[in-house]
Antibody, heavy 124, light 110 residues
Framework: EVQLVESGGGLIQPGRSLRLSCAASGFTFDDFAMHWVRQAPGKGLEWVSGISWNSDKIAYADSVKGRFTTSRDNANKSLYLQMESLRAEDTALYYC?????????????????WGQGTLVTASS | SALTQPASVSGSPGQSITISCTGTSSDVGTYNLVSWYQQHPGKAPKLMIYEVNKRPSGVSDRFSGSKSGYTASLTISGLQAEDEADYYCCSYTGYSPLGVFGGGTKLTVL
Protein backbone atom coordinates (compact mmCIF):
# COMPACT_ATOMS: atom_id res chain seq x y z
CA GLU A 1 0.00 0.00 0.00
CA VAL A 2 1.30 3.43 -0.95
CA GLN A 3 1.50 5.48 2.21
CA LEU A 4 2.87 8.76 3.58
CA VAL A 5 3.00 9.34 7.32
CA GLU A 6 3.88 12.76 8.70
CA SER A 7 5.14 13.38 12.21
CA GLY A 8 6.81 16.07 14.31
CA GLY A 9 3.99 18.58 14.69
CA GLY A 10 2.93 20.12 17.97
CA LEU A 11 2.46 23.29 19.99
CA ILE A 12 5.46 25.58 19.65
CA GLN A 13 6.14 29.14 20.74
CA PRO A 14 6.53 31.77 18.02
CA GLY A 15 10.16 32.28 17.12
CA ARG A 16 11.12 28.67 17.89
CA SER A 17 12.02 25.86 15.47
CA LEU A 18 10.39 22.57 14.55
CA ARG A 19 11.27 19.72 12.21
CA LEU A 20 8.60 17.74 10.40
CA SER A 21 9.18 14.30 8.93
CA CYS A 22 7.34 12.27 6.33
CA ALA A 23 7.93 8.52 6.04
CA ALA A 24 7.11 6.94 2.69
CA SER A 25 6.28 3.33 1.95
CA GLY A 26 4.80 1.23 -0.83
CA PHE A 27 6.55 2.96 -3.72
CA THR A 28 10.04 3.76 -5.04
CA PHE A 29 10.62 6.98 -3.12
CA ASP A 30 13.53 8.25 -5.17
CA ASP A 31 11.51 8.04 -8.40
CA PHE A 32 9.34 11.00 -7.43
CA ALA A 33 9.45 14.66 -6.50
CA MET A 34 7.83 15.46 -3.14
CA HIS A 35 5.98 18.45 -1.73
CA TRP A 36 4.77 20.05 1.47
CA VAL A 37 1.29 21.61 1.41
CA ARG A 38 -0.35 23.24 4.42
CA GLN A 39 -3.87 24.13 5.45
CA ALA A 40 -4.59 26.66 8.16
CA PRO A 41 -7.61 25.83 10.36
CA GLY A 42 -10.80 26.37 8.35
CA LYS A 43 -8.84 27.69 5.38
CA GLY A 44 -7.72 26.51 1.94
CA LEU A 45 -4.63 24.73 0.72
CA GLU A 46 -1.26 26.46 0.32
CA TRP A 47 1.72 24.98 -1.48
CA VAL A 48 4.74 25.38 0.80
CA SER A 49 7.69 23.65 -0.82
CA GLY A 50 8.77 21.04 -3.34
CA ILE A 51 11.91 18.99 -3.93
CA SER A 52 12.96 17.02 -7.00
CA TRP A 53 13.82 13.34 -6.79
CA ASN A 54 17.55 14.00 -6.44
CA SER A 55 17.29 17.22 -4.39
CA ASP A 56 18.68 19.12 -7.38
CA LYS A 57 15.79 21.57 -7.31
CA ILE A 58 14.12 22.82 -4.15
CA ALA A 59 11.50 25.56 -4.23
CA TYR A 60 9.57 27.47 -1.58
CA ALA A 61 6.54 29.68 -1.22
CA ASP A 62 7.45 33.31 -0.63
CA SER A 63 5.76 33.13 2.78
CA VAL A 64 8.34 30.62 4.08
CA LYS A 65 11.42 31.35 1.98
CA GLY A 66 14.47 31.89 4.17
CA ARG A 67 12.80 30.31 7.22
CA PHE A 68 11.91 26.79 6.04
CA THR A 69 14.26 24.18 4.56
CA THR A 70 13.12 21.05 2.74
CA SER A 71 15.33 18.00 2.40
CA ARG A 72 15.00 14.31 1.66
CA ASP A 73 16.83 11.09 2.48
CA ASN A 74 16.19 8.65 -0.34
CA ALA A 75 17.97 5.79 1.41
CA ASN A 76 15.53 6.08 4.32
CA LYS A 77 12.52 7.05 2.19
CA SER A 78 11.96 10.20 4.18
CA LEU A 79 11.09 13.83 3.53
CA TYR A 80 11.79 16.63 5.99
CA LEU A 81 10.72 20.21 6.63
CA GLN A 82 12.91 22.24 8.98
CA MET A 83 10.94 25.25 10.16
CA GLU A 84 12.73 28.18 11.81
CA SER A 85 11.45 31.43 13.29
CA LEU A 86 7.91 30.14 13.40
CA ARG A 87 5.10 32.66 13.30
CA ALA A 88 1.47 32.49 14.37
CA GLU A 89 0.47 32.47 10.70
CA ASP A 90 2.42 29.22 10.18
CA THR A 91 -0.22 27.45 12.27
CA ALA A 92 -1.65 24.78 9.99
CA LEU A 93 -2.01 21.12 9.18
CA TYR A 94 1.08 20.20 7.16
CA TYR A 95 0.69 17.53 4.50
CA CYS A 96 3.44 15.81 2.59
CA UNK A 97 2.48 14.80 -0.92
CA UNK A 98 3.98 12.65 -3.64
CA UNK A 99 4.30 14.09 -7.14
CA UNK A 100 3.51 12.02 -10.22
CA UNK A 101 6.99 12.52 -11.70
CA UNK A 102 10.61 13.09 -10.75
CA UNK A 103 10.95 16.75 -11.53
CA UNK A 104 9.54 19.98 -10.10
CA UNK A 105 9.96 21.74 -13.44
CA UNK A 106 8.89 19.96 -16.61
CA UNK A 107 6.85 17.42 -14.67
CA UNK A 108 3.15 17.19 -13.90
CA UNK A 109 3.23 19.23 -10.67
CA UNK A 110 0.33 17.14 -9.41
CA UNK A 111 0.04 15.72 -5.90
CA UNK A 112 -0.96 12.11 -6.38
CA UNK A 113 -0.71 10.77 -2.83
CA TRP A 114 -1.16 12.68 0.45
CA GLY A 115 -0.40 11.85 4.03
CA GLN A 116 -2.87 12.46 6.84
CA GLY A 117 -1.05 15.61 7.93
CA THR A 118 0.64 16.78 11.12
CA LEU A 119 -0.66 19.82 13.01
CA VAL A 120 1.68 22.69 13.84
CA THR A 121 0.40 25.31 16.26
CA ALA A 122 2.61 28.36 16.78
CA SER A 123 1.26 30.11 19.84
CA SER A 124 2.49 31.48 23.13
CA SER B 1 -1.52 35.26 -6.03
CA ALA B 2 -4.17 32.60 -5.48
CA LEU B 3 -6.32 31.32 -8.31
CA THR B 4 -9.96 32.44 -8.22
CA GLN B 5 -12.72 29.92 -7.58
CA PRO B 6 -16.37 30.46 -6.66
CA ALA B 7 -16.91 30.00 -2.93
CA SER B 8 -19.78 27.59 -3.43
CA VAL B 9 -21.77 25.72 -6.04
CA SER B 10 -24.70 23.38 -5.69
CA GLY B 11 -26.65 20.88 -7.72
CA SER B 12 -29.21 18.12 -7.40
CA PRO B 13 -28.40 14.43 -7.72
CA GLY B 14 -28.00 13.43 -11.34
CA GLN B 15 -27.29 16.95 -12.53
CA SER B 16 -23.98 18.33 -13.80
CA ILE B 17 -22.03 21.19 -12.26
CA THR B 18 -18.93 23.09 -13.30
CA ILE B 19 -16.39 24.76 -11.05
CA SER B 20 -14.22 27.46 -12.57
CA CYS B 21 -10.65 28.35 -11.69
CA THR B 22 -9.32 31.64 -13.05
CA GLY B 23 -5.66 32.50 -13.14
CA THR B 24 -3.36 34.71 -15.17
CA SER B 25 -0.92 34.57 -18.05
CA SER B 26 1.71 33.49 -15.50
CA ASP B 27 0.00 30.26 -14.52
CA VAL B 28 -3.20 28.79 -15.99
CA GLY B 29 -2.86 30.81 -19.19
CA THR B 30 0.59 29.47 -19.97
CA TYR B 31 0.88 25.98 -18.50
CA ASN B 32 -1.28 22.90 -19.00
CA LEU B 33 -0.37 21.86 -15.47
CA VAL B 34 -3.68 22.42 -13.73
CA SER B 35 -4.82 19.84 -11.21
CA TRP B 36 -7.99 19.44 -9.14
CA TYR B 37 -8.41 18.02 -5.64
CA GLN B 38 -11.42 16.80 -3.71
CA GLN B 39 -11.39 17.15 0.07
CA HIS B 40 -14.02 15.73 2.39
CA PRO B 41 -14.25 17.17 5.93
CA GLY B 42 -11.42 15.97 8.14
CA LYS B 43 -9.75 14.11 5.30
CA ALA B 44 -6.67 14.65 3.16
CA PRO B 45 -7.17 15.99 -0.36
CA LYS B 46 -7.49 13.52 -3.25
CA LEU B 47 -6.21 14.11 -6.77
CA MET B 48 -9.12 14.07 -9.26
CA ILE B 49 -7.64 15.66 -12.42
CA TYR B 50 -4.09 16.47 -13.52
CA GLU B 51 -2.61 18.18 -16.57
CA VAL B 52 -5.95 19.94 -17.16
CA ASN B 53 -7.97 16.92 -18.26
CA LYS B 54 -6.31 13.65 -17.26
CA ARG B 55 -7.88 11.34 -14.68
CA PRO B 56 -5.75 9.23 -12.35
CA SER B 57 -6.51 5.56 -12.21
CA GLY B 58 -9.56 4.88 -10.04
CA VAL B 59 -11.21 8.30 -10.44
CA SER B 60 -14.71 8.14 -11.85
CA ASP B 61 -15.21 9.29 -15.45
CA ARG B 62 -17.98 11.54 -14.12
CA PHE B 63 -15.14 13.96 -13.37
CA SER B 64 -13.64 15.87 -16.28
CA GLY B 65 -11.42 18.90 -16.74
CA SER B 66 -10.88 21.53 -19.39
CA LYS B 67 -9.20 24.87 -19.95
CA SER B 68 -9.83 27.96 -22.03
CA GLY B 69 -7.52 30.92 -21.85
CA TYR B 70 -6.89 31.82 -18.24
CA THR B 71 -9.74 29.70 -16.86
CA ALA B 72 -9.70 26.00 -16.05
CA SER B 73 -12.87 24.11 -15.22
CA LEU B 74 -13.87 20.96 -13.40
CA THR B 75 -17.15 19.36 -14.45
CA ILE B 76 -18.91 16.69 -12.42
CA SER B 77 -21.70 14.90 -14.22
CA GLY B 78 -24.36 12.68 -12.69
CA LEU B 79 -23.96 14.31 -9.27
CA GLN B 80 -24.01 11.94 -6.33
CA ALA B 81 -24.32 12.63 -2.62
CA GLU B 82 -20.73 11.45 -2.09
CA ASP B 83 -19.48 14.25 -4.36
CA GLU B 84 -20.34 16.80 -1.69
CA ALA B 85 -16.92 18.14 -0.65
CA ASP B 86 -14.51 21.03 -1.08
CA TYR B 87 -12.71 21.24 -4.42
CA TYR B 88 -9.40 23.00 -5.06
CA CYS B 89 -7.60 23.78 -8.28
CA CYS B 90 -3.84 24.16 -8.48
CA SER B 91 -1.54 25.44 -11.21
CA TYR B 92 2.17 25.36 -11.86
CA THR B 93 3.55 28.86 -12.36
CA GLY B 94 7.12 28.48 -13.54
CA TYR B 95 8.32 31.14 -11.10
CA SER B 96 8.07 31.73 -7.36
CA PRO B 97 5.99 30.24 -5.91
CA LEU B 98 6.12 27.24 -8.24
CA GLY B 99 2.59 26.28 -7.39
CA VAL B 100 -0.57 28.19 -6.50
CA PHE B 101 -3.95 26.90 -5.29
CA GLY B 102 -7.39 28.33 -5.69
CA GLY B 103 -9.32 29.37 -2.62
CA GLY B 104 -11.55 26.32 -2.80
CA THR B 105 -15.18 25.70 -3.74
CA LYS B 106 -17.72 24.03 -1.49
CA LEU B 107 -19.98 21.73 -3.48
CA THR B 108 -23.37 21.04 -1.97
CA VAL B 109 -25.51 18.23 -3.35
CA LEU B 110 -29.11 19.26 -2.68
Amino acid sequence: EVQLVESGGGLIQPGRSLRLSCAASGFTFDDFAMHWVRQAPGKGLEWVSGISWNSDKIAYADSVKGRFTTSRDNANKSLYLQMESLRAEDTALYYCAKDMEQWLEGGTFAFAIWGQGTLVTASS
Amino acid sequence: SALTQPASVSGSPGQSITISCTGTSSDVGTYNLVSWYQQHPGKAPKLMIYEVNKRPSGVSDRFSGSKSGYTASLTISGLQAEDEADYYCCSYTGYSPLGVFGGGTKLTVL
